[in-house]
């Protein structure tokens, strides 16, 4: 068979519905990756309905299927289903999974990219998994936001998605893999917004069962989970990655009106759960948070933590993993930062870290056989109460590890067992009432720091500047001798941009 390619323009799909398996309420797409092409252009998929259990695709049901060994050369390397910025899914509902959505693959289809979205809107779709979008074995998904932002009426994104389990904005699994955000060639200041979006868990995003996520210049904002944790739910294998690549040291939310460019900088904010505001994991999965401003998230007063990992004493596998690395987290509304019940690791480098709570770490281990363990190296870490840092259940493995640590609590008080490099001291901030947290001239967290065990990944600053910039400005404040290498925290010091900034944008 040739390849075939299908163009549909200035078309609404709307109203449909059915119960057939494999079939969708709107548009159903069944073929082979390389073979068929499916180009939508300003087209409207919406109010179409599927029902029965087991069905997929309340808006638009894509499976692929791999190209047999004995096909001819000369397949297509196309998406097998794009879609522009003039496309809208919305108000699609589904008894299973895929709302809006759902792409489903159990094949290997090589490099052919299988769904690809560059702009466009998947608002208002229900499911009982994955409201907005249902990714379930499918690889080579890129999803790319391009428009202007608008956080009450988005022209762009996962918007007010409601899923009745996991996955409100989407839901990744099946060792599918998929790239959300980013820059477009449509506009380069473009990212990827999920807001609004509601589910039991997984408000944002759910993934799970070997599958990959990566959320790239995206913000995750005000979302709502309905049931215990998780804002971002990774489990049972499931990988999630969120970095941002922006210039900005606060990215500044929008103002009311909003018809602006969406900042090209990663943001989890404002979203709500009783814990788990940000994050919640199980299983051996791996969360990694890198260059993105984590802030006003809102758990339970006494209860809660922004990022949690929790484990029942039955598992017996591997660790959940949870990396924190040029991260900004502030002003989040939760009784800790993070707390790890169970098997699991917290690894932070290079972050900043201001919390006001009894702790911002709690660490407990279910069984012997298990380790809760946290490692924070090269970062700040301030607790506003003056309370502790760390808390350890001891009666079964627990540790806590600080290498080149600076804080306001004393080492004495801070629960870390292990530490070397701990400097007790107010880091000073240009501004952190402001919510300005680079660096003031004389701040201690200048060059404290030499090479730091297990950096072997020692990215750009929150700012994207590299690291270990030799310091030219006054010395920094006692007891810091000031002959380290690198600066801790998300932000390195730059003497040249601030006094720019000083004398000329906020009149000091």
Known sequence: ANPRTV?????????????????????????????????????????????????????????????PATSPPGGLLSPMLSLDNGSLIRNNTVSDSGGGLSCFSNSDTGPVEL??????????????????????????????????????????????????????????????????GGQTFIDINSGGLITGNSAFFGSAA??????????????????????????????????????????????????????????????????????????????????????????????????????????????????????????????????????????????????SMVHDGLLLFGLTAQTSQHEARLAARASILVNESGSGLAGQVLTVPTSAEAECVLSNVAEANSGFDISSGYLQAGPRFRNAAGADFRLADDSPAIDYCYAVAALEDISPDLQGRSRGQAWTGPPPAVPNPGSGLFDLGALEADLPDRVFQDRFFEGQ
Do not use: K
């Open 206 to 351: 759910a993934v799970r069962d070997q599958a990959i996520l990566r959320l790239e210049n995206t913000w995750v904002r005000a979302n709502q989970t309905t049931g215990s944790i998780g804002t971002l739910s990774v489990v049972a294998s499931g990988q999630l990655e969120m970095s941002g690549s922006g210039t900005s040291a606060n990215c500044r939310t929008p103002d009311s009106i909003g018809f602006l460019v969406l900042p090209e900088c990663s943001v989890v904010e404002s979203n709500s759960a009783f814990s788990g505001s940000v994050s919640a994991q199980n299983g051996d999965s791996r969360l990694r948070i890198q260059r993105t401003h984590v802030r006003n998230n809102i758990g339970s007063a006494t209860q809660s933590a922004s990022f949690v990992i929790a484990h029942s004493s039955l598992y017996e596998g591997p660790p959940a993993t949870l990396d924190i690395i040029g991260t900004l987290v502030y002003d989040n509304q939760t009784a800790e930062i993070a707390r790890i019940n169970g098997n699991g690791h917290l690894n932070i480098i290079h972050a």
């Open 7 to 67: 163009n549909l323009f200035n078309l609404d799909l709307i109203n449909g519905s059915g119960s057939d398996p494999g079939n969708s309420g709107g548009l159903s797409i069944d073929g082979r990756a390389g073979m068929l092409q499916v180009n939508l252009s300003n087209v409207y998929v919406m109010n179409n309905s599927r029902e029965g259990f087991g069905n997929r695709g309340g808006g638009i049901n894509l499976i692929a299927h791999a190209v």
């Open 115 to 180: 769904f690809v979205m560059v702009g466009g809107l998947i608002a208002n779709n229900e499911a009982n998994e994955g409201a907005g979008l249902e990714i379930n074995g499918c690889r080579g998904v890129r999803i790319r936001m391009a428009g202007r932002l608008n956080f009450n009426q988005p022209q762009t994104g996962l918007f007010n998605n409601q899923a009745t389990l996991a996955g409100g904005g989407l839901l990744v699994r099946g060792a599918a893999e998929v790239v959300f």
